[in-house]
């Protein structure tokens, strides 16, 4: 509020914000550090967005993945506020903001797939088994979790099985999970394939492998449901020029100083339009915050697709 990222008014109009509340909250931390009111609240988000960036690098850095190899999807209520500093933080592009992202998780639940799982534990390395003993315990899994469906009344014909196996080095204390193909073991070649797959995988996430045994620690198996058929609409295309959708000029406090920008209407945005940041582009469910230096383009389906200009 105090940085005008917000509107003063949220869901439609139907929420009023205390924007004199807010300022008068963040002058009690401006003055105890001698600052400004503004340069407080943005050290409030800066703050925030560090954390988050914490939170990514855990799943993609500490991972072994470059997230400047990836997008980044934005979703819930508050998400898009801080999804394109992210962006800036990571360098993933682009920044993706789905069409009503603050119900993107009841999208998800009403199109999620019915799951059944059973994880046995194993616990041999890899010369004390064999394909056909590991083939074996895959099938009376798969047999297992596909009668867990049907008494959901789900058609066998529509249930697809996935297969998992958890090793590590002998001696190690942490698994690698690895996706499994159970034909590969039920023709013999499955426990080659593993150890390979799994020497790879162990030398891109730690930079280096072990001369010692395998370890089959835990075998998995997941039973899946039939997916929701709902498809992504297509809206209207548009000319580039996003001022049908503009609801009026604004003011935003970002980098140290006070920017014009302008706020949008999101369900007046047609595919093909430009935004120059800054922006805050508002709906129902969300605001999305467009960073200076920073582009927007709508996609055919309604997406924000955030790129630096």
Known sequence: MVLGYLPESLLGGDMELDRKGAWLAVKSVA???????????????????????????????????????FALMAFGGAGPLHANALGLLMGSWPVVIPP??????????????????????????????????IAALLDEIGSEVTADLIAEDIAQSEITLRYEID???????????????????RKGTGLARLIQSFDTEHKRLFTFNLDVPRELVNVRVTALGPSGELKPG?????????SGAKLRDHKVYMGGE?????????????????????AVIIEMDSTTLLHDGCVADIDDHGNILIVQA
Do not use: W
């Open 234 to 242: 297509v809206i209207p295309s548009g000319n580039g020029d996003p």
């Open 31 to 69: 003055d105890a550090l001698d600052i400004s009111v503004e340069k407080a609240a943005e050290g409030i988000i800066d703050i925030v967005n560090e954390h988050m960036f914490g939170a990514l690098r855990l799943v993609s850095v500490q991972q072994g993945y470059d997230p400047r190899d």
């Open 167 to 185: 090793v590590r080095y002998r001696g190690q204390a942490f698994e690698v999970p690895l996706a499994i193909e159970a034909e590969a073991f």
């Open 100 to 133: 009503s992202p603050g119900v993107l998780c009841a999208y998800g639940d009403a199109t999620t797939r019915l799951r059944a799982e059973t994880q046995r534990s194993f616990n041999r390395t890899n010369d004390q088994t064999s394909d056909e003993e």
């Open 258 to 278: 006070e920017k014009a920008a302008a706020i949008y209407a999101r369900d007046r945005l047609r595919a093909g339009d430009h935004i120059v940041g800054p």
